[in-house]
């Protein structure tokens, strides 16, 4: 059975979601991101960047387990494993390859500054919210002109592009986004929070997860622990 080290994040959801739409069997270890389990020595074994979400697969491509951390790298290795939701075409295979890119680069990295320095970061710094809250609403932008043309970010057909957007845009509300001004990525949006199966694992873990409490937390997450070499 696949083992998934996760915790209820955006990043971590992607890989749920992937899971439960294959149908794959799968166990959650929860990995409390703060509480400083991905500090622990057996976590950074699978994942050196202590970050979630990490798998293992004892039944991998050679018929021999294999560990992998980063949720794009999962999400491409789970597509391989099942023929699910990455085109078998060329063309098709790096239309998808290049929208999930996107997902890594830039919706992923500017909707968590986002986050942050409109939520968490101790004192707001006016330069930090405008520019990250325009990034935001800029890449924002750039999906609903794509979906005005298209039913999915890579095509007609759903894949592991859509898998990985869709959880960075559950939280909007904390982006700075007014959803009446992207109608078409809004669309999408609703169709794709429908699925079951994407209901299903945005549900994985939710329950043990919380908002920051203690100033500890906030120190695990953001402060001095996160750049000590281990």
Not at 51 to 62: E, N, R
Not at 85 to 92: A, E, H, I
Not at 99 to 124: I, N, T
Not at 151 to 165: H, R, W
Request: proline content about 6%.
């Amino acid at each position: 059975m696949i083992e998934v080290y996760s915790w209820a994040t955006p990043n971590g959801h992607k890989v749920h979601i992937m899971l439960e739409e294959c149908g794959l069997p799968y166990r959650v270890k929860a990995i409390d991101i703060g509480r400083g389990d991905q500090f622990a020595p057996e976590f950074l074994r699978i994942s050196p960047n202590n970050k979630i979400p990490a798998l293992v697969d004892p039944d991998g491509p050679d018929g021999q387990p294999i560990s992998l951390f980063e949720s794009g790298a999962i999400l491409m290795y789970l597509a391989g494993k099942t023929g699910r939701f990455l085109p078998d075409s060329t063309r098709g295979r790096y239309e998808v390859l290049q929208w999930l890119m996107f997902q890594m680069a830039s919706v992923g990295p500017m909707l968590g500054q986002a986050h942050h320095f409109r939520g968490y970061a101790p004192e707001k710094i006016a330069y930090a919210v405008d520019r990250y809250t325009n990034e935001a609403r800029r890449l924002y932008g750039v999906m609903d002109k794509r979906l005005a043309a298209s039913a999915c970010l890579a095509g007609d057909a759903y894949s592991i592009a859509d898998i990985a957007v869709y959880p960075w845009l559950r939280s909007a509300d904390r982006q700075g986004i007014d959803w009446a001004e992207y109608p078409f990525l809004r669309a999408w949006f609703d169709r794709i929070d429908e699925r079951p199966a994407v209901r299903r694992g945005v549900a994985v873990l939710s329950q043990e997860r919380r908002e920051l409490r203690t100033d500890a937390e906030r120190e695990v997450l953001f402060g001095n622990q996160q750049y000590v070499r281990r």
